[in-house]
C-alpha cells in the first residue's frame, strides 16, 4: 500500500512570505505527526493530530507556525511571514491508532528553503 | 525530560565487518519504548524496530540485533557483515507511554567503503 506522501518535495520561498506544505498520511491512520529536521539534527516535535484535533501543539516555535487537519486525513502545515531560520525539512509521519506503543511512519519530507 | 544519546556522529567501516551504533537514553518514566530508525540519502526515515521498555530479550533480524539494557539505559544496533546498501543516517528515538512525542538522538552517520 501507498506509504505517507508530501508535496512539496521542495519549496524555495523569500523571508516574509506564506507557505503551506501538505500531508497525506497512510490510508487509515488516525493520527498524524509533523516534526521539523535541521541539517545534522534529529527530527523535532512540532504537533500530532488525533482524527481532526490537535491533541499537542507544543512544538510549534510560534505564532507563525499552524497546522489543520479538517477531515481526519490530509493535513496542511502553515507558515506566515518566514524567516530564514525556517529553512529545514519538515517530516510527516502517521500512526493508526493514539497508543504509547504504536510505530510512526514516516513520510519523504519537504525540504523548505528561505532566502 | 527525555533525552537520547548518540555519541557517534560518524562511523566508518570497510565492507563486511561489523559495526555497533550507540544509543543511551534518558526517562523518567517506567514505561516506554525505544525505536530505530534509518534514513538513507534519499531522506525518508525508515522504520527498523520497536522496543518496550518492559522486554530487554535481545532481537535479531538478519544481519540487525539489537541490545536492549535497561541497567545501563542503553539499546544499541549492530550490523554484522555490513554492505554498502547500510550506508545511512541511523537514529534512535524514545517515546513514553501516554506521549505521542517521538525523541530523537542527533544520529550517527555509516558509510560502509566498498
Known amino acids: 500500500g501507498a506509504g505517507v506522501s508530501q508535496t512539496p518535495s521542495n519549496k524555495v520561498t523569500e523571508k516574509g512570505k506564506y507557505v503551506e506544505l501538505r500531508c497525506d498520511p497512510i490510508s487509515g491512520h488516525t493520527a498524524l505527526y509533523w516534526y521539523r529536521q535541521s541539517l545534522g539534527q534529529g527530527p523535532e516535535f512540532l504537533i500530532y493530530?488525533?482524527?481532526?484535533?490537535?491533541?499537542?501543539d507544543s512544538g510549534l516555535p510560534n505564532d507563525r507556525f499552524f497546522a489543520v487537519r479538517p477531515e481526519g486525513s490530509v493535513s496542511t502545515l502553515k507558515i506566515q511571514r518566514t524567516e530564514r531560520g525556517d529553512s529545514a525539512v519538515y517530516l510527516c509521519?502517521?500512526?493508526?491508532?493514539?497508543?504509547?506503543?504504536?510505530?510512526?511512519?514516516f513520510g519523504p519530507g519537504t525540504r523548505l528553503t528561505v532566502l | 525530560a527525555q533525552k537520547v544519546t548518540q555519541a557517534q556522529t560518524e562511523i566508518s567501516v570497510v565492507e563486511k565487518e561489523d559495526v555497533t551504533l550507540d544509543c543511551v537514553y534518558e526517562?523518567?518514566?517506567?514505561?516506554?519504548?525505544l525505536f530505530w530508525y534509518k534514513q538513507p540519502p534519499s531522506g525518508e526515515l525508515v522504520f527498523l524496530i520497536r522496543?518496550?521498555?518492559?522486554?530487554?530479550q535481545n532481537e535479531i533480524s538478519g544481519r540487525y540485533s539489537w541490545n536492549f539494557q535497561k541497567s545501563t539505559s542503553s539499546f544499541n544496533f549492530t550490523i554484522t557483515a555490513s554492505q554498502v546498501v547500510d550506508s545511512a543516517v541511523y537514529f534512535c528515538?524514545?517515546?513514553?507511554?501516554?506521549?505521542?512525542?517521538?525523541?530523537f538522538g542527533t544520529g550517527t552517520r555509516l558509510t560502509i567503503i566498498p
Open positions: 509521519a502517521s500512526s493508526l491508532r493514539l497508543d504509547g506503543s504504536d510505530t510512526q511512519y
Open positions: 526517562t523518567r518514566d517506567t514505561t516506554y519504548y
Open positions: 528515538a524514545l517515546r513514553s507511554f501516554g506521549n505521542e512525542k517521538l525523541t
Open positions: 493530530f488525533q482524527g481532526t484535533g490537535a491533541a499537542d
Open positions: 522496543r518496550n521498555s518492559f522486554d530487554e
